[in-house]
């Protein structure tokens, strides 16, 4: 970082935004109607800055006029991007693979005694279930892909994960697959199954880690498909986030739990709920997006949240199958200025007290205390910034150079004590915490099923007073942009 010349970069120039857009959009400088949309579509480096692209020499030649005055410029500013890579066998640390180790031998609570189950909300250990089926997969396939390379085709990847096992496996198809997902943004956006899914589109844009359910497919037939880590569909495999994998244990968890409830009836109740014409098509994606249809179900007023910030650490006021986020040390965007974020997303799947387990994306589908993942975060903040990042759309390109250069130097050796992370680490959170309205799926279950569709949901006295409550502290995932990252995975 030291030797790139920040202050050379003269971020006022119109013509530097330009650039910094068309980058953006992946599309031809010279033309941005020629814009990145298939991977049968190269687009070639400026040799000088090494930023900009275009279509082909006649583009570039019909555009010298103007990128001449900035070209300069753009090569450092090229040059300050690449100072935050880092190879990406430096993301995990030794005290992570420890945790790792650790936990790796805990049995998973298959068999629940008889007096737990009668006290336990049956709901949350359908969601807390389907989480553990998620996060083995993804387990298994992060560990024996080299073994048995068909786990590439299938199972749940960390986008960071699967572009490594690509790299790793090194074959002329693997690489040829690493660079489609990552010009097509799979990677950074997040992938399912065409044959299922959509990607959701917001005007224009398409939505980071975000699905809509096509037409002619039946939820529960999908979220079958998705039990086995979508094994029987060619090129199956999903790149996902720790926010996608509880919106799949959620719906997964209610299918199961009204199939418990209902027999077969309870899996056209949710089928109705879930798929057209009755319902709304089941959304993978966030809580607060205005398409998911899962938000009428989920408590999420201040009410709720007051409630879920008592306790302390091993003894938190939370349900086994409830949703909570645990966040990382605050400092983490000025050593990570281009990072996703720093926190796990999880679900608690075992509530005693003084032995409260959660897992997630990313941590041992068998559990780890809240300590264990603060400690996990702990070490992601350690870790060299991160090569495999995103920026969010409302940064200005002279905020993320600026934020780069004053921060970088200072911080970028910058470490939190193990022995003491507790100090730094804000750990348990409950902003996000989420939880099904008890009333409203016990209405679910005891109504015919000819009633059951998003109509009757949306008008439910229960469910229209919480989602008018709800806090408005979640947020639209908005348009991300890649560049960066994209930049950094070449």
């Not at 120039?13 to 579509?41: E, G, I, M």
């Not at 589109?201 to 359910?213: P, S, Y």
């Not at 600026?402 to 409950?430: C, H, M, P, W």
Request: positive net charge; contains cysteine.
């Amino acid at each position: 970082m030291s030797a790139v010349n920040t202050q050379a970069i003269n971020y006022n120039l119109p013509d530097l935004k330009y650039y910094y857009d068309a980058k953006v959009k992946r599309s031809c400088a010279h033309n941005p109607l020629h814009q990145f949309l298939s991977t049968t579509k190269k687009l070639s480096s400026c040799s000088r800055c090494q930023f900009t692209l275009y279509c082909n020499s006649a583009c570039q030649t019909a555009d010298w006029k103007r990128h001449q005055k900035v070209c300069d410029d753009l090569k450092n500013l090229n040059a300050l991007i690449n100072s935050f890579s880092s190879s990406s066998d430096s993301i995990k640390t030794n005290n992570k693979e420890k945790i790792e180790q650790k936990d790796q031998n805990r049995p998973i609570d298959r068999k629940v005694e008889k007096k737990s189950q009668e006290k336990e909300d049956r709901l949350g250990v359908h969601v807390a279930a389907a989480m553990q089926v998620i996060i083995s997969n993804a387990e298994k396939s992060k560990k024996n892909f080299l073994a048995d390379t068909s786990l590439l085709n299938q199972g749940f990847w960390y986008g960071q994960d699967y572009a490594n096992a690509l790299k790793e496996i090194g074959t002329e198809n693997s690489l040829k697959l690493y660079e489609t997902l990552r010009d097509k943004g799979d990677l950074l956006q997040g992938r399912l199954p065409s044959k299922l899914f959509k990607p959701q589109i917001k005007n224009g844009v398409r939505q980071d880690f975000d699905w809509v359910l096509k037409p002619n497919i039946k939820p529960s037939e999908a979220l079958l498909e998705a039990s086995t880590g979508f094994k029987g569909i060619e090129k199956g495999f999903a790149i996902i986030e720790c926010g996608t994998a509880i919106s799949l244990a959620r719906y997964m968890g209610l299918m199961n739990y009204l199939k418990e409830q209902n027999g077969a009836e309870g899996v056209e109740k949710f089928d109705r709920l879930f798929s057209l014409p009755q319902g709304s098509p089941m959304n993978i994606g966030y809580i607060d997006t205005p398409i998911q249809p899962m938000r009428y179900l989920i408590n999420f007023t201040e009410e709720a949240l007051a409630k879920v910030k008592k306790g302390t650490v091993g003894s938190r006021v939370i349900k086994v199958g409830q949703a909570v986020t645990i966040r990382g040390v605050g400092k983490y965007k000025n050593k990570h200025p281009f990072s996703q974020g720093p926190h796990y997303n999880v679900i608690c799947i075992k509530q005693e007290k003084g032995n409260q387990l959660f897992t997630g994306l990313g941590l041992p589908s068998a559990g780890v205390t809240e300590n264990e993942v603060c400690l996990a975060l702990a070490n992601e903040y350690n870790a060299k910034p991160d090569h495999f990042c995103r920026i969010p759309s409302e940064m200005t390109l002279g905020t993320i150079i600026n934020l780069a250069a004053q921060n970088s130097d200072q911080l970028k050796t910058d470490q939190v004590n193990l022995e003491n992370f507790e100090r730094e680490v804000i750990g348990y959170n409950t902003f996000s915490s989420e939880d099904f309205i008890p009333d409203l799926i016990a209405e679910i279950v005891k109504s015919p099923l000819e009633k059951i569709s998003i109509a009757f949901i949306e008008q439910h006295p229960k469910a229209r007073k919480k989602f008018e409550q709800r806090t408005t502290t979640g947020a639209d995932s908005g348009n991300l942009l890649n560049v960066l990252a994209k930049k950094l995975l070449l």
